[in-house]
């Protein structure tokens, strides 16, 4: 492309974007316009404030940092936002909430810990606090949230309990698709395709074919149920685990073998973050994961391969395709004293204009507000590579609310099933057992678990 | 009077609360199961049918002896080495103390590093003499070897200190006698020296078996039980139980077993050695 298209491109890209932000924060403009006085007359309302939060490590907060000084300069307060590592920050705040205790005020309602910390009344209802006009103004518009990412985020009476930041949708990107190029393969489409291009591609420039992180309960189920099997029976009716099937065993062993014979080394100990080094490094291939960890590679100015990673629909089984969607959001401790901070800042942050800002600034993808999906802004930053990523997140999205499959992830018992898959798996990569005995020992183990907590289990 | 109190307070209290938890299924997420007694032998009767417990046992009992009887060798042998008047050897003392007195989670992240195939030199090094070395942490085969090398690592220089302060108080009588017996050196070190070091080495053992029993944070960094559970030593298991799943009953009910079995293995190997029964 010569300099003169690209700098044409440009220009109309940059006005196209100025306009499209322009119409989306004018309204809130306006409305902060109208409220001026008031706003002015509460500057520096929270000062002396600080706020405490916590999240599992995720590229959103990489990006939202850099936002949080003019936050601070704007309300007056400190923010003090952790993040740790996924089953890290899960076990220190399901801790924190279980005690009521009032050290954290914002955190990530995690997406298989919802159903937990709502049930158990852990986490604040936020109806009050958006229904106040004094505290949030009507252009804020709660409803702007895709209805499927605020769904595990509702209590039974539909009231929210957390705002969605991150909408995790799956999908499947190569990094080294030039090496398919070679091959002459395409990307592909159904698991056993994927086993092939696998094969085929192994050894090829030192390039692992698969990668994953070590979240098996999560990476492994759109396997599982590809292959016709089920978390459970009937979610969240019936959580009789569904284990001991030819299904699950067999997507055990598929599951086991791309990670044993295809992933590179070490990657059964791998984060999520490692993962997508692997991948942004050119070490590693195909990946199949949340959307917010594949656009990096094409978007970060560090990715080794930002010109030849290509995405698609994460593969179908013979049962069909079933890619993992979730959705983490922002709530409050009950246990929490800067309660009206708490939610200063979750309006902030999942606000239409940062939302924007980190689409337009970093390309972040996991967008939860419909405003902002449907601009034309959202579709043309997620053109990766000349490809329409926008339309694959929001047919994944739409897949997962659709049928309801998502379910399983919910129940409040989930944490202590999920570890029973996480640990089955990793005995079936590691040749410690195969699909069949380590997922019926799973099963077992499981419906222990299950029953200590009160479930009933059929048979 | 007050001293009793004092350790009533610090030590038994939390004890006999963590005895009185274990008598309950007591679950954070299910309020109904706090101080419930209804059946107090539950979480116990659990405990005799958890496989993955009973593993985790096994699991801990090859731990403990590999990395309490290498740390008690290397330790010995590292202090006979060491028992030397020289400048150059006073230097090293100190530079073999140091991954005693790294913070344990430190450790765990240099070997975090080293056992990782992209950023470790171990690897590279191998590799670069023609050897691919798997990933040891997450290699059923070598998962729990490459524990107990990080665990000795870290604390055979406890049992090189304790051995190396009893030895600069042996009575050099007893090696010259020996000597004027025309002893050679094996024969100083099995008949006087290992006699001598006898208590020592089992107070510094029982400390290091006490203590592995408690190895945590190796675990966590670098394995996290895993692959499957083939790290998973009880106190670990005991952990997720309670701060994974908020089964804080049955985690109880582990650790007062945990507790009885530390005490009695402890109470049988004294009686076993013979404690600190010096052989003049």
């Given amino acids: 492309m010569s300099t003169a298209i690209s700098g044409t491109l440009t220009a109309a890209r940059l006005h196209r974007r100025t306009l499209l932000r322009s119409a989306l924060v004018g309204s809130a403009a306006a409305a902060v316009g109208l409220r001026a006085p008031a706003v002015l007359g509460q500057a520096k309302k929270f000062a002396g404030v600080t706020l405490q939060g916590a999240s599992f490590a995720s590229t959103f907060f990489g990006y939202l940092q850099n936002y949080i000084p003019e936050f601070e300069e704007e309300t007056g307060m400190k923010v003090n936002f952790v993040t740790n590592a996924f089953p890290v920050f899960n076990q220190r705040t399901d801790l924190e909430l279980s005690t009521q205790g009032s050290a954290l005020d914002v955190i990530n309602v995690t997406f298989i810990y919802s159903g937990r910390w709502i049930g158990a009344g852990w986490v604040e209802n936020l109806k009050p606090f958006v229904e106040d006009p004094n505290l949030t103004p009507d252009d804020w518009d709660a409803s702007d949230f895709v209805g499927g990412t605020m769904a595990s985020l509702q209590d039974a009476n539909g009231d929210a309990h957390g705002f969605p930041w991150e909408a995790g949708a799956m999908i499947m990107a190569a990094a080294r698709a030039d090496l398919l190029d070679q091959k002459g393969l395409a990307l592909p489409t159904t698991f056993d395709e994927l086993m092939n291009v696998c094969e085929m591609t192994k050894g090829m420039e030192r390039v692992a074919p698969f990668t994953a992180d070590k979240l098996h309960h999560w990476n492994w189920i759109p396997y599982l149920m590809g292959m016709g099997g089920t978390v459970f029976k009937d979610p969240p009716a019936n959580l009789t685990p569904t284990w001991d099937t030819p299904e699950a065993a067999k997507a055990a062993d598929f599951y086991g073998k791309l990670l044993s014979e295809y992933g590179p080394p070490g990657v059964l100990s791998f984060t999520d973050d490692q993962s997508m080094q692997s991948q942004k490094t050119g070490r590693a291939n195909i990946r199949t994961q949340a959307i917010t960890w594949m656009v990096p590679l094409s978007k970060d100015p560090d990715s080794r391969v930002a010109d030849k990673v290509r995405y698609g629909p994460v593969p179908a089984g013979p049962a069909g395709s079933f890619p993992g969607s979730n959705s983490h959001g922002f709530g409050i401790p009950v246990g929490s004293k800067n309660k009206e901070a708490a939610w200063e800042f979750i309006k902030w942050a999942v606000g239409k204009d940062i939302t924007l800002r980190m689409l337009e600034e970093h390309g972040y993808p996991s967008v939860c507000r419909r405003s902002i999906i449907d601009s034309e802004l959202f579709k043309e930053t997620l053109t990766l590579n000349g490809q329409d990523v926008a339309s694959l997140y929001l047919e994944t999205l739409e897949l997962g609310g659709k049928s309801g499959y998502m379910k399983y992830r919910t129940v409040p018992q989930f944490p202590q099933v999920g570890d029973k898959i996480n640990k089955a798996i990793e005995k079936v990569a590691t040749g410690q057992a195969d699909g069949a005995t380590a997922m019926a020992q799973a099963q077992e183990e499981a419906v222990a678990d299950l029953k200590k907590s009160g479930v009933q289990i059929d048979g | ?280």
């Fill in chain 2, 1 to 280: 009077m007050p001293a009793l109190v004092a350790l009533m307070v610090v030590t038994l209290l939390p004890t006999i609360y963590l005895v009185i938890v274990s008598l309950t299924p007591l679950d954070l997420a299910r309020p109904e199961t706090h101080w419930d007694f209804s059946d107090p032998l539950g979480q116990y009767r659990t405990v005799l049918n958890d496989e993955r417990l009973h593993n985790s046992f096994w699991v801990q009992a090859k731990l403990s002896f590999w990395s309490v009887a290498l740390q008690v060798l290397l330790g010995f042998l590292f202090a006979l080495l060491l028992n030397v008047n020289s400048r150059v050897l006073l230097a090293l003392r100190t530079v073999f103390l140091i991954p005693m007195v790294l913070p344990p989670i430190v450790v765990a992240i240099i070997w975090k590093v080293l056992y990782t195939p992209d950023i470790s030199p171990l690897h590279w090094a191998t590799e670069a003499m023609g050897f691919v070395v798997p990933s040891l942490i997450t290699d059923p085969d070598w998962a729990l070897t490459a524990i107990i090398v990080a665990d000795v690592w870290e604390w055979f220089p406890f049992v090189m200190l304790m051995v190396l302060a009893s030895l600069q108080m042996m009575p050099s009588e007893y090696v010259e006698a020996a000597k004027v017996d025309g002893a050679s050196v094996l024969q100083l070190t099995f008949y006087v020296t290992l006699p001598y070091l006898k208590g020592v080495l089992l107070v510094a053992a029982l400390f290091r078996l006490v203590d592995s029993i408690k190895a945590f944070p190796l675990i966590y960094i670098l394995t996290d039980g895993g692959p499957g559970t083939v790290t998973e030593v009880t106190n670990f298991y005991s952990f997720i139980q309670a701060f994974n799943f908020s089964y804080l009953g049955y985690s109880s009910a582990i650790t007062v077993v945990l507790v009885i079995v530390t005490i009695l293995l402890s109470w049988a190997i004294i009686r076993l050695v013979g404690w600190g029964q010096r052989v003049d």
